[in-house]
């Protein structure tokens, strides 16, 4: 299993539990996904770092000051 950390700009937006699907977006150098439909972003990831799953499950969601992360689970 791999768990991978998505930064949420509202609450509410999903659930723990739910099964999301994600987005592959890519760059010249990089890449980055996004729960769709635009819920939450990843950070960038390099080319040996890529998720190969197209979903993934809501494990848990965090708040901190900076706002909310959804930490989704991928079957890799």
């Known amino acids: ?10 609450e ?19 890449y980055h996904y996004i729960i769709e439909p ?5 950070g960038c990831y390099f080319e040996s770092e890529r998720i190969k799953s197209k979903q993934g ?3 848990r969601i965090e708040e901190n000051d900076r ?5 989704v689970e991928f079957d890799e």
């Open 12 to 30: 509410g937006l999903v659930s723990i539990g739910d099964t999301v699907d994600i987005l592959e977006r890519s760059s010249s150098v990089n």
């Open 57 to 59: 499950i809501v494990k």
């Open 67 to 71: 706002g909310f992360y959804v930490i």
């Open 38 to 42: 635009a819920v939450a972003m990843s």
């Open 1 to 10: 299993m791999r768990e991978e950390t998505f930064k949420m700009e509202r």
